[in-house]
């Protein structure tokens, strides 16, 4: 069956860096486009990034410039670089799926969420 596992959040000080990644399985990873979704506190879910199977890629405007989204088929692993890291991108961090390879396929599979928390 489908599976995501993130991992690599953590606590880091303002103009920090971290990298997530998402070990993915039960599905032919470079088929389906996958992408990064967080929640703050007391807020709804936020889109940060996406990339599809040819590698293309898109970002938040809140992301663009500091977030690097990649993925490595190999291993089938998603990853987020985070770079020059802000209070206001404390959050938990979700892996998701799409239900096909288009950018705007909904999201079918979400993995259990990672924290990141952005503080002095």
């Known amino acids: 069956q489908v599976q995501l596992v993130e991992s690599g959040g953590g606590l880091v000080q303002p103009g920090g860096s971290l990298r997530l990644s998402c070990g993915a399985s039960?599905?032919?990873?470079?088929?389906?486009?996958m992408s990064w979704v967080r929640q703050a506190p007391g807020k709804g879910l936020e889109w940060v990034s996406l990339?599809?199977?040819?590698?293309?890629?898109s970002y938040a405007d809140s992301a663009k410039g500091r977030f690097t989204i990649s993925r490595d088929y190999a291993k089938t692993t998603l990853l987020l670089q985070m770079n020059s890291l802000k209070p206001e991108d404390t959050a938990v961090y979700y892996c998701?799926?799409?239900?096909?390879?288009?950018?705007?396929?909904?999201?079918?599979?979400w993995g259990q969420g990672t924290q990141v928390t952005v503080s002095s």
């Open positions: 998701t799926k799409g239900e096909s390879y288009t950018w705007s396929s909904p999201y079918d599979y």
């Open positions: 039960g599905f032919t990873f470079s088929s389906y486009v």
């Open positions: 990339i599809d199977g040819g590698g293309a890629t």
